[in-house]
Structures are given as C-alpha cells and as structure tokens.
C-alpha cells in the first residue's frame, strides 16, 4: 500500500494540541513524534520567517514525509537523545516541545513490522529498524520471570505469569517467530469478551520492552525540562496509563517518579505551571473519524521562571 504523508499517521488533537503550544512566530519548536508530520507542518504554518522547528523521528520510513521548509531541520533519532542533538545544532533553548507518543497509524498498518495482531507477521516492532532487539528475541531470549515482568509493567496484566508460562511452554517445541505464533501460544488464557483489549495489552508491553519507551520518555521529559525557556509550553498526548502517569508527574512535580518536593513554606516545588489541570480528549467526532485517537488524553504545561 502506498503511503503519503496524509495516510501515513493522521494526527491527534491537531489543533488542541499546537493551541496548547502558544506559538510564537519567531520561536523554536521541536516535535520530537514528526511521524506523518500532521503536527509539524501545523506548527510551520503559524511560525514567521525566523522562526524554526526541529522534528526528531527514528523510524526511516518518516523521512519521506519531510516538508520543503528551509525553517525545519529533520533529525533522525529517538528523542530520548534531545538534549545532545539541540547542542549540535547550537541551539540551547527552544519555546515550545509537542510529543504525540505511542505508535503511529503507519506503524499499526504496516502488514510487515508485527506491532498488530491484525496480521500474521515477523515479531519485530522495532521503531528503529536498524538496531535493536525484535520482539522475537524478547520471547525467545528472556527468562519466565522476565517475560512476566514485561507483561506485568508495561501491559498492566494481572495474568503476566501465567502469559509467561504459556509462552515458554511453546517456544520450548520452536521458537515464536510471527504474531500468530505469539497469538496462538496465548489466546486460551485471554476471556472471550476480553480477549481483543488484553491481546492489545500483550502486544503493548512487548512494543514498550523492545523500544525502551518509558526510559526514552524519562529521558525526553527531563531534557525538555532543561531546554525549555521560561513560559516555554510542553504539550503531550499520550495513550496509555504508563505514558500519562509519567507526564502528569513531571508536570506536578518535575520528575517522572512523582516524588514531591517542598519549599520552606510548604509549597511543591516544580518547574511547570499546569495549563490544563483537567486533560484534554478528542471530541466524539474526532474519536469516530480516528478510533486511533478514543484512548488519547492531551495534557499542556508551561516553564515557570527559574525563581518562581
């Protein structure tokens, strides 16, 4: 199937989400999830001329979705490197970060990277094609009680051991190699009227393992902390509890633990100032347009002055 910056991944909570950015047209932006480029280019178009935006991707497949803007500088890498790649580029504050985390529609329609059970594929689900782990070799290679703290943490299921156990049972007569051999070596232990969310649930913690998401988003999160300039805003959509606890707790406390931390008058020490305190979700007409986007919630921060 041939794929077009439009199909490629239809961005979420478009406007909401460079609203949230309170573009300024000479500022720099980054967005560090370019994908299809949907937020990009919405970025741009409200940027002057002196403006510029940074959008990072790991997967080579974004690079064809590029746009032609002498204002925009492509970077190939995870965003979990951030703070290097801005000093390479001399650039050591920027106005505003937008991340649309979790996997792209491209990802999830793609009949070959095995990051949906829709299809019988390789066990790959690496966003970087070029390095790395497969999932075929997190289920083959890793103990019992690994693979059930991978189910466990990362897809929230309460029957990681049992999961795990299945698992090890059948790649002991051959190894898992496609989606339906990881399908068909855990389908019995999943309820019926449950059984599509929870495989959902299995391929998510794989995904999450074999990318080193939550580590990667730690380490954005704190480098965006750093890069930020006062009154700088961070806008993030995120779509799965994991992801969203994690930014809710930067954005409260300024660190992705949640540990609170007081001032002498008792007050809780953080560098972001809230801009949404209750987070935003798509309307009912975009959740029907893109399914993708039902589970999507929005949170918006702003850097605080540095003696606030």
Do not use: C
């Amino acid at each position: 199937m041939a794929t077009t910056a439009n199909t490629y991944h239809v961005p979420v909570l478009l406007k909401e989400s460079v609203d949230g950015l309170g573009i300024r047209p000479s500022g720099v932006y980054v967005d560090v999830t370019f994908g299809g480029g949907g937020h990009s280019r919405e970025i741009l178009s409200r940027l002057g001329d002196g403006g510029r935006l940074f959008g990072f991707d790991q997967d080579a497949d974004a690079e064809a979705n590029v746009p032609g803007d002498a204002r925009f500088t492509f970077v190939r890498s995870n965003f979990r490197y951030l703070k290097n790649w801005m000093r390479y580029h001399g650039v050591d504050g920027i106005d505003g970060l937008i991340a649309d985390l979790g996997v792209s529609s491209h990802h999830f329609d793609d009949e070959t990277r095995g990051f949906s059970f829709r299809f019988d594929a390789p066990l790959d689900m690496r966003m970087n094609k070029r390095d790395g782990m497969t999932a075929a070799d997190v289920l083959n290679k890793y103990d019992e009680a690994r693979l059930a703290d991978v189910f466990y943490l990362y897809g929230e299921l309460k029957n990681s051991r049992r999961i795990a156990s299945a698992i090890a049972k059948a790649r002991a007569s051959k190894p898992l190699a496609t989606t339906q051999d990881l399908i068909d070596a855990t389908a019995q232990l999943l309820k019926r009227e449950r059984e599509k969310k929870d495989m959902a649930k299995v391929f998510q913690a794989l995904r999450i393992e074999v990318n080193h998401e939550m580590d990667a988003l730690k380490e954005m999160l704190a480098a965006a902390t750093e890069l930020l300039k006062p009154g700088g805003r961070l806008s993030v959509i995120t779509y799965h509890s994991l992801e969203d606890r994690m930014v809710k707790n930067v954005i409260r406390t300024g660190n992705a633990e949640g540990t609170v931390k007081q001032d002498f008058y008792g007050r809780v020490s953080t560098p972001y100032t809230a801009v949404n305190n209750k987070v935003i979700t798509p309307s009912e007409a975009e959740q029907e347009d893109n399914p993708r986007s039902r589970s999507a919630k929005l949170r918006i921060a702003e850097r605080k002055e540095e003696d606030e």
